[in-house]
């Protein structure tokens, strides 16, 4: 596998991975977070091989296909799991191991880890309890309020929606303001309105200069909170650096990406006249799944197109079947 860097002018450079692989750690700038040649496996499964980085402050984006190693290299970071090989270390110390490290830590894990006979305050204030804080009432009330919970906090996280049992999650990673924080795949089950809010949440601690690594499957997703990135294939680095390079390699091979929408045959056949789009078909659920050779051009003319034909959109992403071939592409020898 190659180890590079896709540099804004899209050359590509080979360069230590471990203290240039993100652009903002050139000119000498420490990583918070780095792995060294980390391998995990399982038996005979390798869930992560050889995969060496460095993750500053800021927001990057963790990449990658769903099962490509995601959680895996988040949990890696976070101590949960040990490496087959290889090291982590946060903040210069060990990931595992080493109690007072999580301390500055925060982790939003992707499955829930949350007692649905809490509230979401009890549940944030358990988070501030065990890092023992000595104001926790202050520090509970305030990371409610950030994640926008306040008319909810008393009630019982059971009952909770996807979408709120993410941001509660969420409050309770940031309770001890860490400054580390790795988030896996926070915006699944958010609606649009929730989205926003934590989209910009994210680049919120991104700017105060915390280091923020948030794992998803989806490209446009990221492009709105992260300027860095890492993408992960098949538990191997295929690609780290600035954002925009790493896009436009993406964008140069076709995708395929789902529509829901409220006339979903009405709005087919009208995007079958776009020139950027190859096929178009619905799936057993009544979903658009368009194929286009020009993803950017496609994403502006869904809108216009929906709007022409007075049609209501729903859902529009990538489907994940395309991101998993296209991903491919950036492992190719």
Known sequence: MREDVVTPNGDEERVDPIRSTMPGMRGGREPTIVLDHVSR??????????????????????LGPNGAGKSTTLKLMA????????????????????????????????????????TGREFVRLNATLQKLPRPRQAVERVIELVEMET???????GYSKGMRQRIKVAAALVHDPDVILMDEPLNGTDPVQRAHLIGLIRQLGSAGKTVLVSSHILTEVERFAENILVIVNGKLAAAGDYRAIRDRIDAHDHAVRIRASDPRRLAAALMTEPMVRAVRLDTQGRIVAETDDVRAFYRAVPVTAQRERVRLLEVQAADESLTSVFSYLVER
């Open 152 to 158: 909810a906090a008393d009630r019982k996280v059971g």
């Open 41 to 62: 496996w399982y038996g005979d499964i390798v869930a992560v091989s050889e995969v060496s980085f460095g993750v500053g402050p800021g927001v990057t984006g963790l």
């Open 79 to 118: 101590g949960l799991l040990a490496a087959s090989s290889g090291t982590v270390t946060v903040g210069g110390q060990p990931a595992r191991g080493r109690p007072n490290a999580y301390r500055n830590l925060g982790l939003v894990a992707e499955h829930e880890v949350i007692y649905p006979f809490l």
